[in-house]
Structure formats: structure tokens, C-alpha cells
């Protein structure tokens, strides 16, 4: 998914076990490739200097769906984020065909965006003929639309 990144558990013992513990997960030790998702953290955790998005010194993950429910969730439901796949082949095919309906959402309103945007085109060509046909503007101002004009295609 864009704009999602992934961290690794810092290797500081202290700050790796506060990591650890706002997981929630039962049992759970990272290991050295255990890695979390930028959506657990604040927008202030990281720092965007240079080309690569990083943690900052000290930062902790505090942005967990639980918090917001008001439950614990176990290790299954902490998976459910955009990105993951689901656990059932039912659930890939429930994902599959809400990303469908909602691809075929997004054509049909590029298609009517593109005829809203032909129809004020031609609007704006007629107003620009009458303004002509009536000399109501200026030769400056009929040469810059003129050149203008001609930008727009119909």
C-alpha cells in the first residue's frame, strides 16, 4: 500500500521490550527481523529529512486498533490491516470483490467528471464567441484569450 513503511524493532533492550509491550501480543519477542508498519505510529514519530522516512531516537508505536475499540485484540486481528492478506480464500474473495466494486466506482465517476468537464469547456467557448460577437472585450484581452482558447480542446 503507498506511503506504508516498515520498521524494524530497535536493538536498545529497554526501548525494544517498550515496542514489545505495545503490541499486546501474547508470548510475543521480536526477533532481529520482527518489523512494524508506519500506521503505528504518530506523524511526529518520524523523521523526514532525507529521502527515507525514519523513527526518531525514542519513539514508541502508540497507534493500535485496540486502543480505539477499547479491547485487546489477539495476534489474527492485529493483522488486518490494508496491505494484509486475509486468512480464509472466502475473505481474498470478499476483498477482491469490494476492490472491484470500487474500481468500477472510480471509472464511472471519471467518466461523468469527463463529460462535466467537456459540457463547461464548451460553456466557456460560447461565452467566449458572444463576448466576441458583441465586442465586450478589448483587443489585449480578445488576443490573450484567443491564445487561451485555442488550449482548450472540445
Partial sequence: MRGITFHKFPKEKELRRQWEFAVRREHFSASDYSVLCSEHFKLDDFDRTGQIARIRDGAKPTVFIFQRLGVSLGYKELREHPYAMPASPTGLKTRLSEALARVESLERDRRN????ERRAKKTV?????DLRGKNLINEELKERLDFYSGKIKL
Avoid: A, D, S
Fill in 125 to 129: 467557448h460560447g461565452l467566449l464567441e
Fill in 113 to 116: 467528471t469527463k463529460v462535466r
